[in-house]
């Protein structure tokens, strides 16, 4: 679809100082493996609200819920959160490149 064009078109970036920067790098990676941590745990909690009961756990509140309507579920509250956070949207790639460029959001709350 796109050629040979980049999808996204990065900024120009050299380090500056190597002693500086890696503690800096360090740390984003401390950060992210806490981040992918908590994303762990938020989503067995939310498979836990859909699981029935069991002899090891007892049945979560939404186990009730039919199958056929846990994707509208879900897509409700993805649109709770477009409405409450629209700058969570993603509008595209020509959003983001200007995103990127300018280095201002997009939408504006």
């Given at each position: ?49 859909f699981q029935p ?17 846990r994707p509208a ?37």
């Open positions: 679809l796109l050629g040979s064009e980049l999808a996204l078109r990065p900024g120009l970036f050299t380090v500056q100082s190597s002693i500086v920067e890696l503690p800096l790098y360090v740390g984003l990676g401390a950060l992210s493996g806490g981040v992918a941590v908590v994303f762990e745990q938020a989503t067995s909690r939310a498979r836990a609200l009961e069991s002899a090891a756990a007892a049945a979560g509140p939404l186990s009730a819920v039919p199958l056929f309507l579920l879900g897509g409700a509250a993805c649109g709770l959160l477009g409405i409450a956070f629209p700058q969570i949207l993603f509008f595209g790639y020509s959003t983001l490149d200007a995103i990127l460029a300018t280095g201002e959001t997009a939408v504006t709350a």
